[in-house]
């Protein structure tokens, strides 16, 4: 049998595509894999306490004897910090993807483009750190608390982090709509504000939420920045003002000295499992306001 | 394929490692015990090795437990130990005809700081118990201004943690339930403590006497209210004045001999306690 040139370039064609559909099912595969191990070793403590006691109990002892494992004021933190850096990087966030998608003369468009993405490489421990020698003193002084480690300075600081996030997937949403939007609304006699706000915004708003979404899983995940300065007392907080603890900066201040196997450990999965399930919620929110959009 | 191949290289690097730390039998010896003397044991023997290449060291954690029962069952040379072996770990050990041989190597003396602007320079341990269990949370009533105070602790993957916990907080009765106040603020590193007790007016701390500087005020502890408050000073822990302190022991199958001697001796030695300073524990030896 002859192997033609021709042949040879099929088979090379079949040996590049099969390597691509194993590229593209690994990543699946990894997720599966990553979400069984997590199953495996977080459901284990619940042997120990319930579902119930778990996620509402109000004690996190782990390593005392017997461990109280209740997380509720972990998962009030997290949420905390979340809903504040929200609250803080939506409207600037929002607002300046307004500003270059359509405000901006291109040179600033420019400069805003490549502070932004400077922005989003900044690693979270430097971030953490410089909110600790900077900001963690000033909110303390400001509000006149005891402590600076507060859960606004960790929101304030994931703010950071959310807002390139948001600001380039809401930029990208703005541009994606048809220019004849714009030039109806101009034709009709609107003004600039009245067609950014009345037509842009609803145009892009699926976008701009999914936008918003991805910037908040950005946050909950972050954990080097948030246990540097929210002081990680595992209280409920009574406000913003508060010293909290969240879920990721739990894990990673003591999976280390965990013992394999010991209810600590399992609890400390299940910690990631309760995670994992939040921020699997929120990126499937951003998908389906994607999705909409398309 | 690829992976696998690389499994296999992994896995022969795994065993060749295993092989050679394990067949040196004669030049090479185990060191297993406390974690809060891990970072020191390391220490000690990786200036070793650099000292006399020939020897090898190998050095693991697991708790002080588990450094006492491996010596017992000869499955390591040298045990470190943060707390004395007991009766019946000496029982078990003459069964096996180990006989430990205690050998006081450092001592950890842990500081309790405050801010310099704070007025309150003295505590009893009941005091820095009601504290830290959040019994006392004002200053004035130990004598300061009137301000919250502000607790900070290690977290509690921190040996320091745990001592400050059994020592402190629950006064060495081990049917006591004293835990740290849900409040208190749980910081990663001990350099941590001393930069937020450094800036903050109403916050109080605990770490290891390495960590004080001009920034930070230590407190002086007694025993009770009858009893003199101590300095926490080099000095103080040496002669067993200051009471948040203790010893460290390494333990040895009788009175060390060849290799685990040449490394007793050069954990005593001036180099030796010098590491011990330098991994912030009180050398014995001056």
Redesign the interface.
Known sequence: MWITVKDMRKFKEIIIEKLILICGIASIFFVALIFLFLLKEGLAVFNIVSPFQFLFGK??????DPPQLGIL?LILGSLLVTLGAAVISIPIGVGCAIYIAEVAPLKIKEILKAGIELLAAIPSVVLGFIG?VTLV?IV?NIFHL????TALSGSIMLAFMAMPTIVSIAEDALYSIPKTYKEGAFALGATHWQTIWRVMLPAASSGILAAIMLGIGRVIGETMAV??IT?????IPSSILA?V?TLTATIA??M???VVGSEHYFALFAVGIVLFVISFIINVTADLFLHKKQ | MVNFRKFIFGLLGVIFLVSITGSGAKNSIQIKGS?TMVNLGQAWAEKYMEKYPGDFIAVTGGGSGTGLSSLISASCDIAMSSRNIKDKEIGLAKKKSVNPNEIIIALDGLAVVVNPSNPVSELTLDQLAGIFTGRISNWRDVGGKD????LLSR????GTH?YFKEHVLRKNDPNS?E?FA???????SSQ?IA??VA??S??IGYYGMGYISAKQKPVAIAKDEKSEYVEPVIENVINNKYPISRPLFLYTNGVPQGLVKKFVDFALSKEGQDIVLATDFVPIKR
């Not at chain 1, 004690?59 to 005392?64: A, F, G, N, Q, V």
């Not at chain 2, 301000?147 to 502000?150: A, D, N, Q, S």
């Not at chain 2, 849900?182 to 990663?188: C, D, V």
């Open positions: 004690s996190w002892y782990p390593i005392s004021p600790m003193p303390k005891p402590t600076g480690l246990m540097m002081g990680n007392a595992a209280v010293p603890r201040a003591e280390g000295e965990a | 974690d301000e919250k105070i502000v977290e509690v993957n921190s745990v339930k835990e849900p409040g208190a603020l749980m910081l990663s941590a930069d937020e800036g903050n109403s916050a």
